[in-house]
């Protein structure tokens, strides 16, 4: 290791604690495995406060895992990765691992909460929820901002996403709420599906996913990371959901390539759209194979007196809903709208207790 100048052995598969003391003993440098390398990249990517939280549960529970083994090693000899555990008596450590555990986990139940509340709420409202979902660096977040003409964070490096941002998007009139998730690898350690629960569950939760595929690599490396990603879904109790395939990066390929991916996978994904998020190519056909998903719309609408409380309504409904004209005549205004039926059963409470009138028909 000398000759090499290298300063650590990494390991693609996950080792015991035995194995990597003794190798750290035998190598005379740190040595880490899958698990701990892709822990480090998540560590270095984090930018939210729960995000930061889910990867140190992760880690933590590793450790709580390998606890007994690593305090008793690391008092016959210290090697490298194994210092600092010495003054520690097992039931000592496994504790102060075990509390640590705890309190992040309390921590996460009330982010979590309030991530259930917020979905709560957008199902009240009726908006049709589409996750995107994808093998990391498949370019999900370029999607993101393509369909949301947002601008958040899009990287060259692995798991540039680590956390969910949710936006409303506008597919022809008609809304739906788009969220970006956490990118998928291949052989996704347990730990770390379990620690990033609260995120992944956006996809379980949603009414569409959709999963973007890099259509520009090698034919063995696009089934590959195809498995994984179909493989981790069916992890995380989503493969229920219906699932729309983005075919992305199609501006690497000419024109027979792309035929020739999209022929390759036509029974192997489901509901295929090549397109480029990168430079909006083929937007407007995904746009509208999404809205062949969108929950059913009913045209509607209702009469109330004008004051103070139905213009409040009508800002509401502006905010949250397809207006589609807005009549004023004397002392009455005249909406009409299109909205899920949940979404209409409220509004028609509200007109109800205004005194007006209310009508419905299907979209």
């Keep these: 290791m000398a000759k090499t100048d290298a300063q650590r052995v990494i390991f693609d598969n996950e080792l015991k604690t035995i194995q990597n003391y003794n190798l750290a003993k035998e190598t005379g440098i740190e040595v880490i495995d899958r698990f701990q390398l892709i822990l480090e990249i ?3 990517r984090a930018s939210t406060g729960e995000a930061q939280l889910q990867i140190q549960l992760a880690r933590l529970r590793y450790e709580f895992a390998h606890a007994k083994e690593r305090v008793k090693l690391a008092k016959i000899e210290e090697q490298p990765g194994f210092g600092g555990l010495g003054a520690y008596e097992v039931d000592v450590y496994y504790e102060a691992v075990k509390r640590q555990i705890h309190f992040i986990q309390d921590k996460l139940k009330k982010i979590r909460r309030k991530r259930t509340l917020h979905r709560t709420r957008r199902e009240e409202l009726g908006f049709t929820s589409i996750s995107l979902a994808g093998y990391t660096s498949a370019g999900k977040s370029s999607l993101f901002n393509a369909l949301a003409e947002e601008n958040v964070r899009v990287g ?5 996403t680590l956390s969910t941002t949710t936006r409303a998007i506008d ?3 008609k809304k739906a709420l788009l969220t970006d998730t956490v990118g998928f690898i291949d052989r996704l350690p347990i730990p770390l599906i379990e620690a ?3 995120t992944l569950e956006e996809t379980i939760f949603s009414d569409l996913i959709l999963f973007v595929l890099d259509v520009s690599e090698s034919e063995g490396e696009i089934e590959r990371k195809l498995s994984a990603s179909l493989d ?4 995380i109790d989503a493969s229920g959901v219906p699932i729309i395939t983005a075919l992305n990066k199609i501006d690497l390929l000419t024109k027979e390539e792309t035929e020739r991916r999209t022929d390759l996978l036509k029974d192997k994904a489901p509901n295929l759209i090549p397109i480029s998020a990168l430079h909006k190519t083929n937007i407007d056909a995904l746009k509208t194979e999404l809205t062949r998903f969108l929950k059913q719309y009913v045209h509607t609408s209702f009469t109330v007196p004008i ?3 139905s213009l409040s309504l009508l800002s509401w409904l502006f905010a949250n809903a397809d207006v589609k004209k807005v009549d004023y005549q004397g002392d009455k205004a005249t909406v009409v709208f299109e909205a899920v039926p ?3 059963d409220q509004v028609k409470g509200r007109v109800e207790k205004l005194n007006g009138t209310f009508n419905t028909t299907n979209s």
């Design 42 to 44: 998540f560590s270095k």
């Design 232 to 235: 981790t879904i069916e992890k």
């Design 307 to 309: 004051n103070n409380d």
């Design 196 to 198: 990033f629960h609260s």
């Design 342 to 344: 949940e979404f209409a």
């Design 171 to 173: 597919l022809f009139g």
């Design 156 to 160: 060259v490096g692995l798991f540039t």
